[in-house]
Nanobody
Framework: VQLQASGGGLVQAGGSLRLSCAAS????????MGWFRQAPGKERAFVAA????????FYADSVKGRFTISRDNAQNTLYLQMNSLKPEDTAVYYC???????????????????WGQGTQVTVSS
């Protein structure tokens, strides 16, 4: 599967952005999916994950209550709605697919075999 992330940009603190991740291939609907982010000089970090059906989600503590992950399997698209953005949310955001499990909400980058190219999110103070 190929993934294409979009929707990043520059926003003021307190603002909102919605990221999208378009997937190619007919297997998108069978994969658990995740969002990760990488700030300059830091390792890639888990943000959120969702099961194949969208029935279960999991979030990093730093974004819980502000970000919402969702998916539309008919449109082969994953979303990340980001509200109440903070300067510390500034990073390149990546979507990823976990082909090993449809229901695993893993936070480990090594469990995700397919990655999008990343989209830059910059939050100004």
């Amino acid at each position: 599967v190929q993934l294409q992330a979009s929707g990043g940009g520059l926003v003021q603190a307190g603002g909102s952005l919605r990221l999208s991740c378009a997937a190619s291939g007919r297997t998108f609907g069978s994969y658990a999916m995740g969002w990760f982010r990488q700030a300059p000089g830091k390792e890639r970090a888990f943000v959120a994950a969702i099961t194949w059906s969208g029935g279960a989600t999991f979030y990093a503590d730093s974004v819980k209550g502000r970000f919402t992950i969702s998916r539309d399997n008919a449109q082969n698209t994953l979303y990340l709605q980001m509200n109440s953005l903070k300067p510390e949310d500034t990073a390149v955001y990546y979507c990823a697919a976990n082909p090993r499990s449809s229901s695993s909400l893993t936070i480990n980058t090594s469990d995700y075999a397919y990655w999008g190219q990343g989209t830059q999110v910059t939050v100004s103070s």
